[in-house]
């Protein structure tokens, strides 16, 4: 299985910070990764595809970049509604695997 | 509208079965994989298993193969999970995942809203 590993595990910011989160797999999987974000007691939803592109309806403060193994999410002047966990997932290659979560605290 | 709804809450004995559902609607069921993830406290989100309704093919994490089952029924567009044996360390929010397209490997664009499992004694 391909192992993701995300840092950091917590992030206290701010209202406007601009944040990042780092992920990265134990092997090359080109641009197939995904980030997601997720509140408490609610589904994942997909922020960025393909290491890059940003999902249909996503505020374009957020953007993704990397290739290979290592990754970015970043989200550029923060907004209260942004305070959630965010994960990483590969889909190179079966079994699809997620990162382990970043919890961004105000 | 895409949308996958999920069957409710369930609290079982372990060594009791089980089968959790996603009704799907909004789009083509027959075109799109579908995916079941766990999620615990501890080891986060699990990718399961996925299948495709189109010609029924399935790919099985290791961690589960064996331990659950998929299936889907196409003229209700419902995918479930199976369990014929429950233990305490299937405790989980289980969610059914649409695969984004159907060519290739992909992330998920739409999700259920997930089902509490509690096994208990």
């Known amino acids: 299985d391909i192992q993701m590993t995300q840092s950091p595990s917590s992030l206290s910011a701010s209202v406007g910070d601009r944040v990042t989160i780092t992920c990265r797999a134990s092997q090359r999987i080109s641009k197939w990764l995904a980030w997601y974000q997720q509140k408490p007691g609610k589904a994942p939803r997909v922020l960025i595809y393909?290491?890059?592109s940003l999902e249909s309806g996503v505020p374009s403060r957020f953007s993704g970049s990397g290739s290979g193994t290592e990754f970015t999410l970043t989200i550029s002047g923060l907004q209260p509604d942004d305070f959630a966990t965010y994960y990483c997932q590969q889909f190179n290659s079966y079994p699809y695997t997620f990162g382990q979560g970043t919890k961004l605290e105000i | 509208e895409v949308q996958l709804v999920q069957s409710g809450a369930e609290l079982k004995k372990p060594g009791e079965s089980l089968r959790i559902s996603c009704q799907t609607s909004g789009y083509n069921f027959t075109r799109h994989w579908v995916a079941w993830v766990r999620q615990t406290p501890g080891k986060g989100l699990e990718w399961m298993g996925i299948?495709?309704?189109?010609?029924?093919?399935?790919r099985f994490s290791p961690s589960f193969r064996g331990r659950v089952t998929i299936s889907v029924d196409k003229s209700i567009t419902t995918a479930y999970l199976h369990w014929n044996s429950l233990t305490s360390s299937d405790s989980a929010i289980y969610y059914c995942?649409?695969?984004?397209?159907?060519?290739?490997?992909?992330?998920?664009?739409?999700w259920g809203q997930g089902t509490l499992v509690t096994v208990s004694s």
């Open positions: 393909e290491a890059s």
């Open positions: 299948f495709y309704p189109g010609d029924s093919d399935s």
């Open positions: 995942a649409r695969q984004a397209r159907n060519v290739g490997p992909d992330y998920f664009d739409f």
